[in-house]
């Protein structure tokens, strides 16, 4: 883990997993935080170097959902009353249309904010 961005459990249900689908969205926070771990110097080059490889990977796995219109306009409306930060909204409107598709689709996240308001959708 090289920020708080995953968990063990998380991981091995990746790895597990027949279908994943992710917003574009993660790949844009994925490359960033690397952005941010290579100008803070807190993680070893290498280290770097094998967490990119690692996630290209995983991208190469996933159905990757694009940020439309419906799902910008489902992120505006999304789990009112929780409080989930303005790009946490877009993936739990990715969430609930690809469950439309993948019926028993799981929602995969440390954040526990974003865990809660899907629970409610």
């Known amino acids: 883990m090289l920020e708080t961005g995953?968990?063990?459990d998380?991981?091995?249900?990746?790895r597990s997993a027949d279908v994943l689908v992710t917003s574009r969205l993660s790949l844009v926070e994925a490359a960033r935080a690397l952005?941010?771990?290579?100008s803070s110097s807190a993680?070893?080059?290498r280290r770097l170097g094998d967490?990119?490889?690692e996630i290209a990977s995983v991208w190469a796995r996933c159905n990757l959902w694009e940020i439309t219109p419906t799902v910008c306009e489902l992120a505006s409306h999304v789990a009112p009353g929780k409080p989930l930060r303005a790009l946490d909204a877009p993936h739990?409107?990715?969430?609930?249309l690809a469950?439309?598709?993948?019926?028993?689709?799981?929602l995969l996240t440390v954040d526990e904010r974003l865990r809660e308001a899907a629970a409610i959708t």
């Open 6 to 8: 995953t968990s063990l």
């Open 10 to 14: 998380v991981e091995d249900r990746i």
């Open 35 to 38: 952005i941010r771990l290579r």
């Open 43 to 45: 993680v070893p080059e």
């Open 51 to 53: 967490a990119e490889r």
């Open 92 to 96: 739990l409107a990715t969430f609930v």
């Open 99 to 106: 469950r439309r598709r993948f019926a028993a689709l799981d």
